[in-house]
């Protein structure tokens, strides 16, 4: 999948180039980010929440700044995976700036993300509006950012630095994330795609079931917060207003109950799914 986006900002290259390089900035301008450990000047690593629909997943991302030319071009690549809902991405950014005649700056960013495992059977409506959203959340922050605002929720981002952790010393954390930051670049633009995830433990709902290969999932397996509790968790599952949908490919049976709320993604999710 491939996403590219343009912002236009309110301050100097310089001081955007600056932000962008700052974890502090990312950890409170990226929707879904919980934690960044600041590796080195170009590692980062990052958790991020995410939720597409009625699946919720918590990325362990790996970035890396490959090539940077200030204050203008910026290119990472990084890696992530949530086994918990059996899916991982790789994903490539580019980040240009151009300044502009007023004082201003346009952001571009091209985004190269395959996602693999169960998000990726959403297809790429569903996430490509996922995308979208967080990109606008993300163009939100950052404008408040750059005007000297904050932004709410922002200083419960853990903030680390790998030497002060071998030193037995904390990083700065919760103020950290009240000041400009470098984002870990890969993990900003590009982990609106990847896709961050923000949910509650489920309750099973009186209602709610689950069959694989025509036989009842136990409760076990649907009350243990695995990929079956996540998917009747949902509203629509809490509501008892459900879209029933039952599916067969070979051996395998496939019954699913979609919160009828987001009618819109299960329709998109069918089409892909039925290609």
């Known amino acids: 999948m491939e996403i590219e986006k343009v912002l236009t900002v309110a301050a100097p290259a310089a001081k955007v180039w600056d932000m962008l390089l700052d974890p502090t900035v990312m950890a409170s301008c990226v929707p879904g980010m919980k934690s960044i450990e600041v590796v080195s000047d170009v590692e980062y690593n990052a958790v991020i929440h995410v939720k597409i629909s009625f699946i919720s997943a918590k990325f362990k991302l790996r970035t890396r700044i490959v090539e940077q030319r200030a204050p203008e071009y910026l290119r990472a690549e990084g890696t992530g995976e949530d086994s918990s809902v059996a899916s991982s991405l790789k994903q490539q950014s580019e980040i240009f700036l151009t300044a502009l005649p007023d004082g201003q700056t346009e952001l571009r960013t091209k985004v190269t993300v395959d996602v693999l495992g169960r998000l990726?059977?959403?297809?790429?409506?569903?996430?490509?509006?996922?995308?979208?959203?967080?990109?606008?959340?993300?163009?939100?922050?950052?404008?408040?950012?750059?005007?000297?605002?904050?932004?709410?929720?922002?200083?419960?981002?853990?903030?680390?630095?790998?030497?002060?952790?071998?030193?037995?010393?904390?990083?700065?954390?919760?103020?950290?994330?009240?000041?400009?930051?470098?984002?870990?670049?890969?993990?900003?633009?590009?982990?609106?795609?990847?896709?961050?995830?923000?949910?509650?433990a489920p309750q099973v709902p009186a209602g709610a079931s689950a069959r694989v290969n025509g036989q009842e999932a136990s409760r076990a397996s649907v009350a243990d917060g695995g990929w079956w509790s996540r998917l009747l968790g949902g509203r629509g599952a809490a509501s008892g207003r459900n879209i029933h949908i039952e599916l067969r490919r070979g051996d395998t049976a496939l019954t699913v109950d979609w919160p009828v709320e987001e009618a819109g993604e299960c329709a998109a999710w069918l089409r892909d799914v039925l290609k």
């Open 120 to 200: 990726g059977t959403f297809g790429l409506s569903v996430m490509k509006t996922k995308a979208d959203r967080m990109w606008e959340e993300f163009s939100q922050n950052l404008a408040t950012r750059l005007a000297g605002g904050e932004i709410p929720g922002a200083a419960q981002v853990t903030i680390t630095r790998r030497d002060a952790q071998s030193q037995g010393t904390p990083a700065p954390a919760a103020a950290a994330a009240a000041t400009p930051a470098r984002p870990a670049p890969a993990a900003s633009p590009a982990a609106p795609v990847a896709a961050p995830l923000r949910s509650a």
